[in-house]
């Protein structure tokens, strides 16, 4: 019966971190854009035009694309 | 027959730790990786970033410095950042040069010894609390 227990609740840790995980994964292009808008926002503010500002807050896109290329190297490794 | 019961206690002892271990864990690394994250990708942190970049750039043009290099010089300003994931890659890939991260079986067992201790650590807490 305690092993039961015990087999239980190990599955459901697995299934609450697998969730975690997901809900983080899901999330993060839309923290991603928000972070870009608010970067792009300021720059404006102090004057550079929208094309630039455009230009330089990619450069949130490509460090999102790398921590995942790196997740996803650690996690197939 | 005393030996198969034996076994079985012994089974349901690992059951039992690796249940404490998967349940310190689930709340501990979803936990560590929204930190992390939120660090880098949150409004607040694209907003400070910004006012950074933006001061910079304020300076550069005051200074005379025509428009495409003072964008040029902020885009390499930035680009640290870029190269945050770069690095970041490296010492996950255990490629660095200049990095004082022990890599390779030595280092993952090093890790390995790090985790075990903090986890028993946690469970060591949660016990005595309860």
């Known amino acids: 019966m305690v092993k039961i ?16 995980l ?14 870009r808008r608010a970067f792009e926002r300021e720059l404006i503010k102090q004057g550079m035009s929208k094309e630039n500002a455009r230009e330089l807050s990619v450069h949130y896109k490509v460090l999102k694309d790398q921590l995942m290329s790196t997740l996803m190297h650690f996690v197939r490794k | ?8 206690k012994k089974g349901m002892g690992e059951a039992e730790e690796v249940r404490e271990i998967l349940g310190v864990v689930s709340t501990q690394i979803p936990a560590l990786i929204r930190g ?29 410095m025509p428009e495409d ?7 390499n300003y930035i680009g640290v950042f870029t190269s945050l994931g770069d690095m970041l890659k ?11 991260i022990k890599v390779g079986k030595e280092g993952e067992e090093e890790i390995g010894e790090e ?10 807490e949660k016990t005595e609390g309860e």
């Open chain 1, 5 to 20: 227990q015990s087999i239980l609740s190990i599955v459901a840790s697995i299934v609450k971190i697998a969730g975690s």
């Open chain 2, 36 to 64: 992390v994250v939120g660090a880098v990708f949150s409004e607040e942190a694209g907003r400070d970033m910004g006012r950074a970049a933006g001061a910079f750039y304020k300076e550069l043009r005051e200074s005379g």
């Open chain 2, 115 to 124: 985790i075990a201790k903090k986890i028993k650590e946690k469970i060591a």
């Open chain 2, 1 to 8: 027959m005393s030996e198969e019961k034996s076994e079985r």
């Open chain 2, 90 to 100: 490296q010492a996950v890939s255990g490629k660095g040069k200049h990095m004082h």
């Open chain 2, 69 to 75: 290099v003072a964008v040029k010089m902020t885009q």
């Open chain 1, 22 to 35: 997901l809900i983080l994964w899901a999330t993060f292009g839309w923290k991603v854009r928000k972070t």
